[in-house]
């Protein structure tokens, strides 16, 4: 699996880590162009493959997880950045990056093939990204409020 998003995720990852920026109003780190692609993941798709894979799945067998949705960081930071405006219900702002140089040999994409617990398993992912990171971001504004 890899990307998994959602509600209570450390701060240190990149969804949590820009919606936190975006409450606070601050400009995101951008690495390289931004034009990296991830997959991306809702916590509770990925909890409910794990227990199809715990209940149904082979023994000593590999199954990926993952999703088909793909977005590049910097059209995925615009999309939270605007996501939290309007949750804020602020004027929308220009977004600001703040750069930083790109890793050497860093892999430009991330995908990961997931047929074997889609087919063998019959997992599929039911949470649209849309809705996750609604749902998330809503989690970080309401404990940013509680605060």
């Given at each position: 699996?890899n990307?998994?998003?959602?509600?209570?995720?450390?701060?240190?990852?990149?969804?949590?880590?820009f919606?936190?920026?975006?409450?606070?109003?601050?400009?995101?780190p951008?690495?390289?162009?931004?034009?990296?692609?991830?997959?991306?993941?809702?916590?509770?798709?990925?909890?409910?493959?794990?227990?199809?894979?715990?209940?149904?799945?082979?023994?000593?067998?590999?199954?990926?997880?993952?999703?088909?949705?793909?977005?590049?960081?910097?059209n995925?930071?615009?999309m939270?950045?605007?996501?939290?405006?309007?949750?804020?219900?602020?004027?929308?702002?220009?977004?600001?990056?703040?750069?930083?140089?790109?890793?050497?040999?860093?892999?430009?994409?991330?995908?990961?093939?997931?047929?074997?617990?889609?087919?063998?398993?019959?997992?599929?992912?039911?949470?649209?990204?849309?809705?996750?990171?609604?749902?998330?971001?809503?989690?970080?504004?309401?404990?940013?409020?509680?605060?």
């Open positions: 699996m990307n998994v998003y959602g509600p209570r995720q450390a701060y240190s990852k990149l969804i949590s880590k919606t936190r920026l975006a409450l606070e109003g601050k400009p995101y951008l690495m390289g162009d931004g034009r990296h692609k991830r997959s991306w993941i809702y916590v509770d798709d990925c909890a409910e493959a794990i227990r199809l894979v715990t209940e149904n799945g082979q023994n000593a067998q590999i199954y990926n997880i993952g999703t088909d949705f793909e977005k590049c960081n910097i995925l930071t615009e939270i950045h605007n996501k939290v405006q309007k949750l804020m219900n602020r004027e929308a702002t220009k977004i600001q990056f703040a750069p930083i140089a790109d890793r050497p040999y860093h892999d430009r994409r991330y995908l990961i093939n997931f047929n074997k617990i889609r087919e063998e398993l019959g997992w599929k992912c039911l949470v649209p990204f849309e809705q996750g990171l609604t749902k998330t971001l809503a989690y970080y504004l309401k404990i940013t409020e509680l605060a």
